[in-house]
């Protein structure tokens, strides 16, 4: 759902350092394209006060945070206006009633298992925070939480080695998708974090983009789908 009585445009959110873009505002939510390289929220220190968060409270004084994209990764962000559906967001987000979809491009040639249903595989593997070296998180397989995340291949692409992926995480762990998929030999293009050296150069920034939400409306119950196509 994109309603263009509700688009405005701040800069290119597929830039580095860009401004967010607005694609929906109504009384209870809105709905905003974080560009890479802005944080969700504010960090520690004045150098990392600048956020999402803060530039959306410049033009909605009511809107609050529902949940982060990590600084790396642009595309779809929702916020509340209020506290009241800020709660009944959060409440949505905890039972997991926000379908949430990504677009990404990995190392190498991945293809779909055998077992796969309809083209969809999943990797099932705990995560857990890696204390020496935050806010890195490892595969943890003694004291790890239960983490999931669907994948589908769209296309190899030989030219660069690479292949394109739709990732629907059913958990929503910090740094989910791309330990994730490091972790089956298939890291993100330009993560920093978890990538080799050779597939970080790979790219200009983490070649990661939250595509895709759906919900329904915490006041009017109507189900909203919103769409963002990937920068890369």
């Not at 077992?115 to 004291?143: K, Q």
Request: charged share 25%; proline share 8%; glycine share 6%.
């Amino acid at each position: 759902m994109e309603d263009s009585r509700f688009m405005r445009k701040l800069s290119d959110p597929g830039t580095a350092g860009g401004h967010p873009l607005v694609v929906h505002a109504d009384a209870h939510l809105l709905v905003v394209v974080k560009p890479t390289g802005l944080l969700s929220v504010p960090g520690r220190g004045e150098d990392k006060q600048d956020c999402v968060s803060a530039r959306m409270q410049r033009l909605y004084p009511d809107a609050k945070v529902v949940h982060r994209l990590d600084m790396a990764t642009s595309g779809l962000m929702l916020m509340a206006r209020g506290a009241e559906m800020q709660s009944r967001l959060s409440r949505a987000f905890a039972r997991r009633e926000v379908g949430k979809r990504y677009f990404a491009v990995v190392a190498g040639r991945l293809d779909a298992p055998p077992d796969a249903v309809d083209g969809w595989a999943l990797i099932d593997l705990p995560l857990a925070a890696d204390w020496p070296n935050r806010p890195r998180r490892v595969v943890d397989r003694e004291c790890g939480k239960p983490s999931r995340t669907r994948w589908r291949v769209l296309a190899y692409e030989a030219a660069r080695d690479a292949t394109r992926l739709e990732l629907e995480p059913v958990t929503g762990r910090s740094h989910q998708l791309r330990v994730h998929l490091q972790a089956i030999g298939h890291p993100i293009l330009g993560d920093s974090l978890y990538a080799p050296p050779e597939a970080q150069a790979r790219a200009p920034r983490l070649l990661l983009h939250a595509s895709q939400l759906r919900l329904a409306h915490p006041a009017l119950g109507s189900a909203l789908r919103f769409s963002s196509a990937a920068p890369f």
